[in-house]
């Protein structure tokens, strides 16, 4: 197959290349906290604000919308007044957690080692970069 055709064929669905979809949830600034949280059952949304430390109240609803159009959670309206909202996790975004899981947990026990290594990285001399 010549070069031209291979750029020119849509990507199949077990594309390697379309895995980046999946990486892009795991390598999002809040997905996988907001999974977490999601991991010990339905959370509301003011819930969810309080736990996740540091979002917004617009990146919050960003991430769950992008975590609910990607299968990994649901959205539950109840019509009480005022309506109650909840999200959980679907079958699927279990597997995430369970899959992430080790991952955030080598982050929190990583997390002052990485702060050393940023701080001695931080005071070292500004040295031209040999590089390029």
Known sequence: MSTAESESRPA?????CRTRAVLDIVGDKWSLLVVRNLSQGP?????LKRAVDGISQRMLTVTLRDLE????LTRTVR????????????PMGRTLREATAPLLEWSITHLALIDDARAAYDARPNTPDTDR
């Open 69 to 72: 159009r990607d299968g990994i």
């Open 79 to 90: 019509s009480v007044m005022p309506p109650h909202v909840s999200y959980e996790l679907t």
């Open 12 to 16: 199949r669905p077990e594309d390697p």
């Open 43 to 47: 959370r509301r949304f003011t819930e």
